[in-house]
């Protein structure tokens, strides 16, 4: 069982960054970013596999980017020229099993942490 707790979040007025952070109870061979806003379906972000090679979903491609320090076994997400449609719910996913960079949706990752909320004032 893997254990993951996001830090990071927080309100910030558009245009702005935040850099969110996760912890890993273990290593696992594929992470990943998913949002969700109030109502909504909970979205795929980006996904990073053990060498470091990242895949994004296109909304968010050029704004967001994703990495990993394997050593400390934290994820990070450095997400800059935030938008008002950016705030959602931001959940760190993991899954022990290979094929990263193919894994985009919540059925892909096993393990889930709580969340951390992202809030872009206009």
């Known amino acids: 069982q893997v254990q993951l707790v996001e830090s990071g979040g927080g309100s910030v007025q558009a245009g702005g960054s935040l850099r969110l952070s996760c912890v890993a109870s273990?290593?696992?061979?594929?992470m990943g970013w998913f949002r969700q806003a109030p109502g909504k379906e909970r979205d795929w972000v980006a996904t990073?596999?053990?060498?470091?090679?990242?895949v994004y979903a296109e909304s968010d491609k050029g704004r967001f980017f994703i990495s990993k320090d394997h050593v400390k076994k934290t994820l990070f997400l450095q997400m800059d020229s935030l938008k008002p449609e950016d705030s959602a719910m931001y959940y760190c996913?993991?899954?022990?099993?290979?094929?990263?960079?193919?894994?985009?949706?919540?059925?892909?990752?096993?393990?889930w942490g709580q969340g951390t909320q992202v809030t872009v004032s206009s």
């Open positions: 990073i596999d053990d060498y470091g090679r990242p």
């Open positions: 996913a993991a899954d022990p099993r290979g094929n990263c960079l193919l894994r985009n949706s919540r059925t892909d990752f096993r393990y």
């Open positions: 273990l290593p696992t061979h594929c």
